[in-house]
């Protein structure tokens, strides 16, 4: 189990995620409704939230670890596909994240248009199964062990 002055950070991380989603949705609303300036404004902390989950994230993988599942062996392997699937969702949706705000910061409106849509739906997804993941491990089914990648990195 990890240390009580750390575990905030899995909900502080959560939450930065979920408003990062929410704050995309408002930003997609307001381009639809031709506010171009109030779009860039509302996308850029969009992504500002997205970094200050994923340095949140990062700095605890690395230096408390990440919770083991502790809910019922059988859901076990369920878990860890879901796991998997918002992973693997969560590293698509960044680098479409940041291609997306790349061609939007060098006006290349109709590319960043195109995969922007595709990057919101990708991005609520992956909120949605993070904010899932986070209940599943710390409310529903308190997680178990943890390990700093840090120690294990250098366990002998």
Excluded: C
Excluded at 88 to 107: D, E, R, S
Excluded at 131 to 141: A, D, Q, R
Aim: aromatic share 18%; proline share 3%.
């Amino acid at each position: 189990m990890e240390s009580t002055e750390f575990s905030i950070l899995p909900a502080l991380s959560t939450f930065f995620i979920a408003l990062s989603a929410i704050l995309v949705a408002i930003g997609w609303k307001l381009i639809l409704n031709k506010k171009r300036e109030e779009h860039q404004k509302m996308m850029f902390w969009a992504a500002i939230t997205a970094i200050i989950f994923f340095i949140i994230y990062a700095s605890r993988t690395i230096f408390v670890g990440n919770t083991t599942w502790g809910g019922p062996e059988e859901l076990k392997t369920i878990y860890l596909i879901f796991l998997f699937f918002h992973i693997t969702l969560a590293t698509v949706a960044a680098v479409f994240g940041i291609t997306t705000l790349t061609l939007g910061y060098k006006k290349k409106y109709s590319k960043h248009r195109k995969i922007g849509r595709v990057t919101a739906v990708i991005w609520f997804i992956t909120a949605i199964t993070g904010v899932t993941v986070y209940f599943l491990l710390y409310i529903f089914y308190p997680g178990g062990h943890t390990e700093p990648f840090i120690d294990a990195l250098f366990k002998q």
